[in-house]
C-alpha cells in the first residue's frame, strides 16, 4: 500500500523560500563588493597649522607633509606638480605692509637666497627629493628660503650637497578664492618601477612660518577672528599630480576663545 507524501506546512515553506531569498541577497552583496573598485590608497599625509590658537591675532604656519608610493613602500613617491593650499575662512594675508623681494628668477638662480632682502624673509625648511631605490644617492636635500613679494611667496631652494643647484618657486595668493599655490621643481631622473616616471619626486617637505608683525601692528598673516564650535580652524590642501591625480588632505588647527559663526573667505588686508 502506497503511502501519500503530505506536502510541508506552509510555515514550512515560507522559512525555506526566506533562507532562498536571504542566500541570494548575501551573494549578490559579495559580488558587488569584489567588483566594486578600491579606494585609492593616500600618496601623501601630514598637517599644516597656524602657530596661534586664539582667534584674530598675528600668526605664522607650520606645514609638514610626506609623500609615499600607496602601492610600494620602497619605491620613490609620485611626483606632484602642484600644491594648492585653502587657508580657512577667514584667514587675513597682507603682503603690501612689508618689505619684499623684486630680485628676478635669474638674480635668484645665481646668488641664491642672498639676492632678497633679509627684511624680506618670512621663513624657511627643507624638502627631501628621492631619486629611487636604484640610485647610487638615493635622498638629497635642499634648504628654503621664503621671502614676502606682492601678493606671492617667492621661494628659493638650495641644494645641500651641490649649491649650485638651485630651484624658483613663486606661490601665488589667490584671494577671492583663499588659496596659494605653488609649484614644485622638475627634475629629470632615471625612470624606476612601478611609477616609471622620469621625474626625481619630493619625498618630504616641511615649512615653517613664524608671527611676523611690524613697527606698526600690521600683521603679516592673522587668523579668523572666531573659533568655530568644533574649537578648531581646518586647512585643506590639494595635491595635484603630474600623471593627472588629485588627492587632498586635511588638517585641523586647534582654536580657543569665544565661538562664533564662521568667517568669510580668506582675504588680503590690502
Known sequence: MKQLV??????VRFMVMKRSIRATL?????????????FAAPRQYGTMTFTSTTPGT??????????????????????VQNMVIHSPAGTQTDTTDFPQCHATDAELLTIGP?????????????????????????????????????????????????AVI???????????????TSTFPLFPAVPEPPTMEPYTP???????????????????????????????????IDFIYRDGVTQSITSESPCSGAAGSPDGQPRALR
Do not use: M
Request: contains cysteine; charged residues 15%.
Open 6 to 11: 503530505k506536502a510541508p506546512p506552509a510555515a
Open 26 to 38: 548575501l551573494a549578490i552583496a559579495t559580488a558587488a563588493l569584489l567588483a566594486a573598485p578600491a
Open 58 to 79: 598675528p600668526t605664522g604656519t607650520s606645514l609638514h607633509v610626506f609623500f609615499q608610493n600607496p602601492d610600494d613602500p620602497t619605491a620613490k613617491p609620485y611626483t
Open 114 to 162: 642672498p639676492a632678497c632682502p633679509i627684511d624680506s624673509y618670512l621663513g624657511g625648511g627643507q624638502a627631501k627629493s628621492d631619486q629611487g631605490p636604484n640610485s647610487p644617492q638615493r635622498y638629497s636635500w635642499s634648504d628654503i628660503s621664503d621671502f614676502n613679494n606682492q601678493d606671492e611667496v617667492v621661494g628659493v631652494a638650495v641644494n645641500e650637497d651641490i
Open 166 to 180: 638651485k630651484n624658483v618657486d613663486r606661490s601665488k595668493y589667490d584671494y577671492q578664492n583663499g588659496t596659494l
Open 202 to 236: 619630493i619625498a618630504e617637505l616641511q615649512i615653517h612660518f613664524p608671527a611676523h608683525v611690524d613697527a606698526l601692528g600690521h600683521a603679516y598673516s592673522a587668523t579668523p577672528s572666531t573659533c568655530p564650535p568644533e574649537r578648531h580652524w581646518t586647512f585643506v
